[in-house]
């Protein structure tokens, strides 16, 4: 297998270009599979423990306040899409 810097960044541009075409639910549904499997590696790992302390649990905390606004965030746009449709 060799190393084709051109047909490596033309594959990524490609990529960039699918997903940035993907409908809204396709990435949110995508963005939870991506939450599952971290929480499966964090379980598997041993990293998972929500009684950290220190910086460790600084980060976490970080990550559930964010995981948390990002579930939010998308409840609401599957609200909008819904009242969308029915409009």
Do not use: C
Not at 34 to 40: A, D, F, I, S, T
Not at 51 to 67: A, C, I, L, S, T
């Amino acid at each position: 297998m060799g190393f084709d810097l051109e047909k490596m960044l033309a594959s990524k541009a490609a990529m960039r270009k699918r997903m940035a075409e993907l409908p809204i639910r396709e990435k949110f549904r995508m963005l939870d599979a991506m939450r599952e499997r971290e929480l499966m590696i964090r379980r598997a790992t041993g990293r998972g423990d929500r009684g950290q302390e220190g910086k460790h649990g600084e980060v976490q905390r970080f990550w559930d306040d964010y995981n948390a606004r990002i579930e939010r965030e998308r409840e609401e746009e599957m609200k909008r899409e819904e009242q969308a449709e029915t409009d």
